[in-house]
């Protein structure tokens, strides 16, 4: 059993910046990859930045220049640098981990991130 908490979320005009933070706890052998998602009112969630467990990192084309997503193996935890938010980032935005290889099957709560017009 692995237990996902985000935290970080919040308002944020646009052009300002936010820290995300993914703290996996419990029974961890290891972390195989880690993602950030989310999805805004309305629409599917969808793929933010993944990065796996020797650092490789794939993001959406959106978010490209502007997010930076990164993990700390020895804590457990990934973060998502978000830079120059802008209204069409507001969103839930979701941890997930994969742990053995087959897919992202460990979800945290959520955090909300806002950035208004």
């Known amino acids: 059993q692995v237990q996902l908490v985000e935290s970080g979320g919040g308002l944020v005009q646009a052009g300002g910046s936010l820290r995300l933070s993914c703290a996996a706890s419990g029974s961890i052998p290891s972390i195989n990859a880690m993602a950030w998602y989310r999805q805004a009112p309305g629409k599917q969630r969808e793929l933010v930045a993944v990065i796996t467990r020797v650092g490789s990192t794939n993001y959406q084309t959106s978010v490209k220049g502007r997010f930076t997503i990164s993990r700390d193996n020895a804590k457990n935890t990934a973060y998502l640098q978000m830079n120059s938010l802008k209204p069409e980032d507001t969103a839930v935005y979701y941890c997930?981990?994969?742990?053995?290889?087959?897919?992202?099957?460990?979800w945290g709560q959520g955090t909300q991130v806002t950035s208004p017009r």
């Open positions: 997930a981990a994969d742990l053995d290889g087959y897919g992202f099957r460990s």
